[in-house]
């Protein structure tokens, strides 16, 4: 930095501070406002982290608030998410449960601003392991095994309980079994560029609930 540029604004700590002059203890980290943008005329406020602060590090619980209006309010450990909390995204969509050094890891709750619904297991900040997707408008639901944050194999409910049980590629279903609510008809077989071809006759059976996720 040249000498005759400005050093950046710093956040301001309204709390107490250590011997070394660190904030420690509770209190409320105020950052500075963000850069305008090209098409912006009104200035954003800045960050604001209310909590508890080691060394000027955040730990414990505590809330943090963006700018964009994004909130988390949960536990802290050597200033990432790590724990329980409650992210709302600038979006609007919640995401509820584990962290793991910034990133959804464990069992938690989305609920995505579109109104859908995914509860179940994360991995690295994508849905991963066993887990249940409601979809809001078509009223169905993919509940089984997520990888990646795709989903692999399991059930796929429709709003009539007519139901699709098999394995998935890119969240459309390949190969496995289809059940017809109305006629309570179990068929073998699959999906290709989206319609189901049957593999062998079917037969009397029953939805596919007792099969685990």
Known sequence: MADDEEAPPAPV????????GKPHGKGVLKYPPPPLGEDEEEEK???VFEGILEN???????VY???NGAIYEGDYA???????GKMTFSDKGVYEGDFV????EGFGTYVYSSGDIYQGEFKDGKRE???MYHYKTQGCQLVGQWNGGKFVFGRWIH???SMYYGSFEDFVPSVGAYYFSRTQHVQEGGFKEGAWIPQREPYIGKEFSDMSW
């Open 45 to 47: 406020p800045g960050d």
């Open 129 to 131: 392991g066993r887990g």
């Open 101 to 104: 050094n910034n990133k959804m």
């Open 13 to 20: 700590w309204e709390g107490p501070f250590n011997e070394e």
């Open 159 to 161: 709003k009539d309980g």
């Open 56 to 62: 000027g590090i955040r730990v414990a619980r505590g």
């Open 78 to 84: 050597d200033n990432l998410k790590h724990g329980k």
């Open 65 to 67: 608030k963006w700018s």
